[in-house]
């Protein structure tokens, strides 16, 4: 529930623009066993080194970490063991993944930890200015699956970055056994995010449907939801894009593209715009093996901001 990003340099470029002729585009998928292209990553802008006056307090963290107005006390954390940096090889750019993702999710994650590669940089104006980079790797750990049928079931993501630990709650739906029930997909159900001195919790009414099944190329869902408990809202627009491959440190993983765009946070001290793109390996759980966020906007009377490629460094545990 955490990610954002800029827009203007987008607006003002187009209002100079005359009027261009439409053009149309079509696609045809033709089936192929023939890998092209590198499908490698792509760059990530120059993070900048923490300037001479950056001060020691944490980042923001990620768009759906951020807190809400009110803060529940909450235990301290245990810190992290120190990650090492594992040698990252590329992987062959004509070697196919292993396992190929299909359209749903038909069992949840196994449990598991997992080491992720991170670059990115955060930056914060006001009273309490700030600026630097995310640490090169972090621990995100797989757990809590509870199941309510042989194919509905939740589970959690936890990552530990910057001192701050976000727990993530997936809802998986894969059939609907009541008329009232969710539609198939894959949700949001809540974020819980804690810190060495409080926690935040966020709970949207309904869930947030990040993208529903089967996958197809070129469906969009519009999700929108409010914590009642904070009075924190937030909406988006999630777009299934294709496939691609994610290089899991040399070796090559095949995954569903949600790009999510028209991201809005708002709450009571907040008001922020969002993105991401997700790159989720169905036949994982659903697990996402690679995100790219960003956010922006104002948390109280700072500015903030905050982008982030997090990329898997291993091949995950089959369900």
Request: with cysteine; net charge neutral; glycine share 8%.
């Amino acid at each position: 529930m955490r990610r954002a990003a800029l827009l203007g340099l987008a607006l003002l470029a187009t209002a100079c623009a005359g009027p261009q002729r439409p053009v149309d585009i079509g696609f045809k998928e033709v089936p192929s066993d023939v890998i092209l292209g590198a499908h490698a990553t792509p760059s990530s802008a120059p993070v900048p080194s923490p300037t001479s006056g950056s001060s020691t307090a944490p980042p923001p963290p990620s768009v759906v970490a951020l807190p809400p107005p009110t803060f529940d006390v909450g235990p301290e954390p245990s810190p992290p063991a120190p990650l090492p940096v594992p040698p990252c090889p590329t992987a062959d750019p004509l070697q196919a993944p292993a396992r190929e993702a299909p359209t749903s999710i038909a069992a949840p994650p196994a449990k598991a930890s997992y080491v992720f590669r991170n670059v990115g940089s955060y930056s914060v104006s006001g009273a309490d200015a700030r600026k630097g980079a995310f640490p090169a790797t972090s621990l995100r750990v797989v757990g809590n699956v509870v199941r309510s049928s042989d194919t509905n079931f939740t589970y959690d993501v936890s990552e530990s970055l910057s001192g701050v630990t976000t727990t993530t709650t997936y809802d998986v739906v894969g059939t609907s056994l009541v008329p009232a029930a969710l539609p198939a997909g894959i949700y949001l159900k809540q974020v819980k995010s804690v810190s060495s001195a409080s926690s935040s919790t966020f709970a949207p009414q309904p869930e947030l449907e990040l993208a529903g099944f089967p996958l197809v190329r070129g469906t969009s869902v519009s999700s929108s939801g409010v914590d009642p408990q904070t009075a924190t809202s937030m909406q988006f627009t999630s777009t299934v894009t294709g496939k691609t491959r994610v290089d899991a440190c040399g070796t090559p993983l095949d995954s569903w593209v949600l790009d999510v765009t028209a991201g809005k946070l708002l709450s009571p001290t907040q008001n922020l715009d969002f993105t991401a793109t997700y790159d989720m390996g169905t036949q994982y759980g659903g697990l996402f093996l690679r995100e790219r966020t960003a956010f922006a906007g104002m948390d109280g009377s700072d500015g903030i901001s905050r982008t982030n490629t997090a990329t898997i460094t291993s091949t995950p545990k089959a369900p």
